[in-house]
């Protein structure tokens, strides 16, 4: 029989006496404070099952019966930590439409044809207006109906994203750094957090991120690019995606920032160059229109960017107060979940190959974190 784990460490310790994997540590300190013991029991039930216990008290200890159990092992063992932690797992929201209904693949073939700037607003519009008298089209009004199309439109977006001939052809082609706000706000802050994000349009993958508060907006957009710049010169895409040219850049300036003429050096790196001014509602709109409403499991409130109170915010959504570490720990996890599938899908496309580095996309990131650390109070 083995003996009984006294604190999570010591948990933690008998099951990886060599310690987590980089991955599993995301996982695990990604965890909110309210799942952390539930996890730490199921983890605790099944490990001691797996190595002789008799498994019928462990499995009532945490509340399962026989099936539920088994499950848990199971899962444990083809999906480590994740395997115990309830919901992790669970599927996204599917459309009603049939994959092969005609206007999906309309909704595909737009897209596909369409340049990778254009939102879904309008890109919805235009399959409205192409589509014609579609009886598969849900909505009573134009409102609805444009609602109806959206939401296609960004489910056939994030199914695009992992397309490999589509990734050889638009990977690299236009890179955003945006700013928004998110339902969590830092112990001792008023305000919801913030997390600056350098995103490839065409995968919606996350190059680069730093989490933290409104007040360090330029500074965490400085810290996005350079990881950015770090994780592009780690992974160094191969030969074998068509895009070769300079990036497009669409840049959000942080606040309190005007309207700033770019130097030669970021002008020469990019194809062409888009740089908004802070406002209200010029946050977070880049990344909703590439990737929809959350990253990971988190929603993401483009528009509560700017200044916007816990208490007021919170009348309608739900906010998770956490220490500065959990925070974090938090959203790298819900991070990491969002770009696992699209690296996949990159590297299926082959476009991670070891050969050379792509000098285009890293003489961008470079001229951005030279003009970033340029700006004032930085």
């Not at 996890?39 to 002789?52: F, H, Y």
């Not at 907006?217 to 350079?226: D, F, I, K, N, W």
Request: neutral net charge; aromatic residues 6%; proline residues 6%.
């Amino acid at each position: 029989m083995t003996r009984n784990a006294q604190t999570s460490e010591d948990l933690i310790s008998l099951i990886w006496p060599n310690g987590m994997t980089d991955r599993e540590q995301i996982v695990f300190n990604g965890l909110l404070p309210s799942k952390r013991e539930v996890v730490l029991k199921r983890l605790e039930a099944v490990w001691r099952a797996e190595n002789g216990e008799p498994w019928e008290p462990l499995a009532a200890s945490i509340g399962l019966g026989r099936a539920a159990f088994y499950n848990l092992r199971k899962a444990w063992r083809e999906q480590s930590i994740e395997g115990v932690i309830p919901y992790e797992r669970r599927a996204a929201r599917s459309l009603e439409t049939p994959e092969d209904a005609p206007i999906r693949r309309l909704a595909r073939n737009i897209l596909r044809s369409a340049d990778l700037a254009s939102g879904n607003s309008l890109t919805a519009r235009r399959l409205l207006n192409e589509a014609g008298d579609d009886a598969t089209i849900r909505g009573s009004t134009q409102q609805t109906r444009l609602q109806w199309a959206e939401r296609l439109i960004r489910h056939e977006r994030r199914r695009l994203a992992l397309d490999p001939q589509f990734l050889q052809k638009n990977f690299a082609k236009r890179i955003i750094l945006d700013l928004t706000a998110i339902p969590i706000v830092i112990e001792g802050d008023e305000e919801l957090a913030v997390v600056a994000i350098v995103m490839d349009t065409a995968s919606g993958l996350i190059l680069g991120d730093c989490f933290g508060t409104i007040d360090d907006a330029a500074e965490l957009q400085l810290v996005a690019t350079r990881i950015a710049l770090a994780f592009v010169e780690d992974m160094r895409p191969g030969l074998s995606y068509d895009y070769t040219g300079y990036p497009d850049l669409d840049l959000i300036l942080p606040p309190s920032r005007d309207a700033i003429n770019p130097p030669a050096s970021l002008l020469a790196a990019s194809r062409s160059l888009e740089i908004r001014a802070p406002g209200t509602y010029a946050y977070g709109q880049q990344i909703v229109q590439t990737v929809g409403p959350k990253i990971g499991r988190i929603p993401l409130a483009p528009r509560k960017t700017l200044s916007v109170q816990r208490e007021k915010f919170a009348r309608s959504r739900k906010v998770a107060d956490l220490d500065p570490i959990e925070a974090s720990a938090f959203w790298q996890r819900e991070a990491l979940r969002h770009n696992e599938p699209i690296l996949l899908a990159l590297e299926k496309a082959g476009l991670l190959r070891a050969d050379r580095p792509n000098e285009n996309l890293e003489a961008l990131l470079f001229a951005l974190a030279e003009f970033l650390a340029s700006l004032p109070d930085i």
